[in-house]
């Protein structure tokens, strides 16, 4: 299992590709997961199975399939 931390994105590449990326730029496409999970702009922490050597019909990084997952509120004052 990996844990990786970043900010939801969806690409509209092949009908939508939901993503993953880190500070660093580094982008994991997300498979499996609930509905809750996917707001664009959600910082969050997913914990998943990452499927080396293959990537995903968007072409747009790793598959991370994620088994477990947790959001971060961030307060703006």
């Known amino acids: 299992m990996k844990t990786v ?3 939801l994105e969806k ?3 092949e009908g939508g ?13 997300l498979t499996g997961g609930d509905r809750e999970l996917y707001i664009i ?7 998943g199975k990452e499927e080396k050597g ?3 019909i968007g072409m747009m990084g790793p598959i991370l ?3 477990k997952y947790q ?6 004052m």
Do not use: A, D, Y
Not at 17 to 29: K, M
Not at 71 to 76: K, T, V
């Open 54 to 56: 293959m990537m995903g």
């Open 11 to 13: 690409s509209e590449v």
């Open 65 to 67: 399939n994620v088994k």
């Open 71 to 76: 959001h971060f509120i961030i307060n703006r």
């Open 41 to 47: 702009g959600r910082k969050v922490s997913v914990t």
């Open 17 to 29: 590709v939901w993503l993953l990326v880190t500070s660093s730029g580094e982008r994991f496409q």
């Open 5 to 7: 931390k970043g900010t």
